[in-house]
T-cell receptor, first 114, second 112 residues
């Protein structure tokens, strides 16, 4: 497999559930990102990891908890979410910061909180 | 404070005509700009970019223009094709920052 793979593609969870989103990249990149896309809003950066270390947390509520065990894998652990957290969650990766191409994105996880 | 703005949420263009998508930014430290294209159920894919040292970059049917004094960039697609129907995101970065700032996207529909 190549590129950035996200699982699951769709997720419906209750407000009291705990679930995790997974992202895997096979590009040899050293940086990974979580973005949130809500309807009619810009893509919102949530977290940045560089060489497995978190370098940015964009004031994300603690009910979202990222984990980056290695440069190829990134998780987003979810617990006690709110309906307004329903959105498309996109993972991306980059090699340092390639200004020619920016990021490579996965297809996203469509999350619905009920 | 939204640093990158795409003020047109949607645009409809006839096949074969020119599509012009606009993007404005407020941060004068941005020095690199990119356009991404997104189909439903897929992640955004890189389309074309431009450095602030240039005012135009062309790749096939796609041309990006940058007006630094106006803090404005535009993407021209000519001729437009049905496969160009997608959401287009403008993004910007500055000073080597490993972070892209995105606009809210413009949905382009090409009508046959």
């Amino acid at each position: 497999e190549t590129g950035v793979t996200q699982t699951p593609r769709h997720l419906v969870m209750g407000m009291t559930n705990k679930k995790s989103l997974k992202c895997e990249q096979h590009l040899g990149h050293n940086a990974m990102y979580w973005y949130k896309q809500s309807a009619k809003k810009p893509l919102e950066l949530m977290f940045v990891y560089n060489f497995k270390e978190q370098t940015e947390n964009n004031s994300v509520p603690s009910r979202f908890s990222p984990e980056c065990p290695n440069s190829s894998h990134l998780f987003l652990h979810l617990h006690t979410l709110q309906p307004e957290d329903s959105a498309l969650y996109l993972c991306a990766s980059s090699q340092d910061f390639s200004k020619d191409y920016g990021y490579t994105f996965g297809s996203g996880t469509r999350l619905t909180v009920v | 404070d939204q640093q990158v703005k795409q003020n047109s949420p949607s645009l409809s263009v006839q096949e074969g005509r020119i599509s012009i998508l606009n993007c404005d930014y407020t941060n004068s430290m941005f020095d690199y700009f990119l356009w991404y294209k997104k189909y439903p159920a897929e992640g955004p894919t890189f389309l074309i970019s431009i450095s602030s040292i240039k005012d135009k970059n062309e790749d096939g049917r796609f041309t990006v223009f940058l007006n630094k004094s106006a803090k404005h960039l535009s993407l021209h697609i000519v001729p437009s094709q049905p496969g160009d129907s997608a959401v287009y995101f403008c993004a910007a970065s500055g000073q080597g920052a490993q972070k892209l700032v995105f606009g809210q996207g413009t949905r382009l529909t090409i009508n046959p």
